[in-house]
């Protein structure tokens, strides 16, 4: 499955990278990269009645439970063989894009487009891609919310 997301990086402006190195996770992710985290995103999935959505944001940042739950109805987080049986990826490469049909929805965090290059999973533990917030949002069909918890922090 990696080839239809190097494929799609490839078609949308994108670059496909692999590395001799896992990176499970957004720190790992941006030590190799040697970028910030938040440029780094992260796919997660959600699962409500049975049906699944991906939910893209900062790797830094957490979802905001009551708005995503506005958006997708209410929902639990995907077990890893759900992950794998919904996306055809492992939890921890997850790709933002070139999904298995099981994805029925896809909604990215509006920090996201803070950024004009992020990088996400690759479909495997050792592959990221480079691409464009927005080339993600067109390849989806994503809509743009805020779904992130806000921080919250005294001057």
Do not use: W
């Not at 692999?18 to 910030?36: I, R, Y």
């Not at 109805?73 to 790709?95: L, M």
Request: proline share 4%; net charge positive.
């Amino acid at each position: 499955m990696t080839a239809i997301v190097a494929e799609l990086c490839q078609k949308f402006g994108g670059r496909f990278l692999k590395f001799e190195t896992e990176m499970p996770t957004t720190q790992a992710a941006a030590t190799v990269l040697q970028c910030d985290e938040r440029s780094v995103i992260k796919t997660c999935i959600v699962k409500s009645k049975n049906v699944f959505s991906a939910v893209i944001l900062q790797g830094t940042d957490r979802i905001d439970q009551k708005k995503l739950q506005a958006v997708v109805g209410k929902f639990s987080f995907a077990k890893p063989d759900e992950v794998v049986a919904s996306t055809g990826y492992p939890a921890g490469g997850v790709p933002p894009f070139g999904f298995s049909e099981k994805i029925e929805q896809v909604v990215i965090d509006r920090n996201v487009f803070s950024h004009q290059i992020v990088y996400g999973g690759g479909g495997s533990k050792e592959t990221l891609v480079q691409i464009a917030p927005k080339m993600i949002q067109t390849i989806n069909e994503a809509s743009k919310i805020a779904i992130r918890i806000e921080d919250i922090r005294s001057s």
